[in-house]
């Protein structure tokens, strides 16, 4: 049985070598598939993110006509990814982390930089949880309403 998984990362490998192809775009829709597929750590996606193209003056008079090494390594990665499924089927993701996970990425993108390892140094502290509770109370106290809402918000959504 093939999986739908593996069928959308052939079609990237495909659009490759499509005439108008767009390394950006292709990067974009490639980075959420792998994401979903492997999560959002994922040393794949990390390796596309990498993916640029070289405009110095020595890339530009290369007349070799060599296969454009950009779309070589993107080959490679997705490639690695299309049998590592086909090798071990889908990874298990652990439903436990994916809430602290969300919870981290709307943190940090909603407090300011110091509010955030506020944040993190009080969860990293070896205290009972009834002081880290107040701790972490204070803060919220201390927030502007605007960036409460934003939480709450956010949380309920379920965006990062």
Do not use: C, H
């Given at each position: 049985?093939e999986?739908?998984?593996l069928?959308i990362?052939?079609n990237?490998v495909?659009?490759?070598?499509?005439?108008?192809?767009?390394?950006e775009?292709?990067?974009?829709?490639?980075?959420?598939?792998?994401?979903?597929?492997?999560?959002?750590?994922?040393?794949?996606?990390?390796?596309?993110?990498?993916?640029k193209?070289?405009?110095?003056?020595?890339?530009?008079?290369?007349?070799?006509?060599?296969?454009?090494?950009?779309?070589?390594?993107?080959?490679?990665?997705?490639?690695?990814?299309?049998?590592?499924?086909?090798?071990?089927?889908?990874?298990?993701?652990?439903?436990?982390?994916?809430?602290?996970?969300?919870?981290?990425?709307?943190?940090k993108?909603?407090?300011?930089?110091?509010?955030?390892?506020?944040v993190?140094?009080?969860?990293?502290?070896?205290?009972?949880?009834?002081?880290?509770?107040?701790?972490?109370a204070?803060?919220?106290?201390?927030?502007?309403?605007?960036?409460?809402?934003?939480?709450?918000?956010?949380?309920?959504?379920?965006?990062?």
């Amino acid at each position: 049985m093939e999986l739908k998984e593996l069928e959308i990362l052939k079609n990237q490998v495909t659009k490759l070598d499509d005439k108008a192809f767009d390394l950006e775009s292709w990067k974009i829709y490639t980075i959420n598939l792998l994401d979903r597929i492997f999560g959002r750590e994922s040393q794949k996606i990390m390796q596309i993110k990498e993916l640029k193209y070289d405009f110095s003056s020595w890339t530009l008079r290369d007349t070799s006509g060599s296969l454009d090494p950009i779309k070589k390594k993107a080959k490679v990665i997705v490639q690695s990814a299309i049998n590592e499924l086909e090798q071990f089927g889908l990874p298990e993701k652990d439903k436990a982390e994916e809430p602290v996970n969300l919870i981290a990425e709307i943190l940090k993108d909603e407090l300011k930089g110091s509010e955030y390892k506020r944040v993190v140094r009080i969860m990293g502290k070896d205290e009972s949880d009834e002081v880290k509770s107040g701790q972490l109370a204070e803060l919220i106290n201390d927030l502007d309403m605007q960036t409460k809402n934003q939480i709450i918000t956010n949380l309920i959504m379920g965006n990062y």
